[in-house]
Structure formats: structure tokens, C-alpha cells
């Protein structure tokens, strides 16, 4: 059974830090494009850092401030976070997305983590 689950989230003052986990079970996240991404109240969900094929991309607003790494002996994503800032305040998810021969997208999801930043 395939299950995505985020923990780590939490309120923390702007300035600080923190690290988010997405433990996975029943496929291999080394095998899988890892994501995280977040979504704030009232806006869509956006993209926050993306891992495929040996390379991490992230959202311009993060950049330098947030980043993920892959521990394949746990089977299990990272991020951290640092420098957060009040906009960074929204629930995180983590994905796994592959491509399966029929050319049709896998997607896994976890149920969302929350980070409130506070001003």
C-alpha cells in the first residue's frame, strides 16, 4: 500500500527554521521525481522545490533559503527550511510523480503539513 506522509511542520517566528520530512511507503522514492509543494490560504497550490534525475530546482522565492535532499536508505524526503518568512505560512505536500511505459503519470500525495510563520 502506497502512503506519503509529511510531518515536521509547526509556528515558528520569521527568521526561523525548520525541517519538513515525507516518509514513504510502498514504492521507492529513488525511482520517483520528489517534490514538495504548498498551498496558502485562499491561493493555489504552488511548486515549491523539485528533485529528478540528480537535479533540485526551486521556486524563486525560496531559493537559497529552502533545501530538499533525499535519504534513500529511509526511503524518505527532506526540506529544510530556513529564514522562513510570514509568506512562507501555507500547508506543505510532498509528491512523487514518474512516468510509467504506458506514458501515464504516477502521482502519490501526503495529506499536508502545516507551517505557520509568525511576523
Known amino acids: 500500500q502506497v502512503q506519503v506522509v509529511e510531518s515536521g511542520g509547526g509556528l515558528v517566528q520569521a527568521g526561523g527554521s525548520l525541517r519538513l520530512s515525507c516518509a514513504a511507503s510502498?514504492?521507492?522514492?529513488?525511482?520517483?521525481?520528489m517534490n514538495w509543494y504548498r498551498q496558502a490560504p485562499g491561493k493555489e497550490r504552488e511548486l515549491v522545490a523539485a528533485s529528478a534525475g540528480g537535479r533540485t530546482n526551486y521556486a524563486d522565492t525560496v531559493k537559497g533559503r529552502f533545501t530538499l535532499c533525499r535519504d534513500n536508505a529511509k526511503n524518505t524526503v527532506y526540506m529544510q527550511m530556513n529564514s522562513l518568512k510570514p509568506e512562507d505560512t501555507a500547508v506543505y505536500y510532498c509528491?512523487?510523480?514518474?512516468?510509467?511505459?504506458?506514458?501515464?503519470?504516477?502521482?502519490?500525495w501526503g495529506k499536508g503539513t502545516l507551517v505557520t510563520v509568525s511576523s
Open positions: 510502498g514504492f521507492t522514492v529513488s525511482a520517483y521525481g
Open positions: 509528491n512523487a510523480h514518474a512516468r510509467d511505459y504506458t506514458f501515464r503519470d504516477v502521482d502519490y
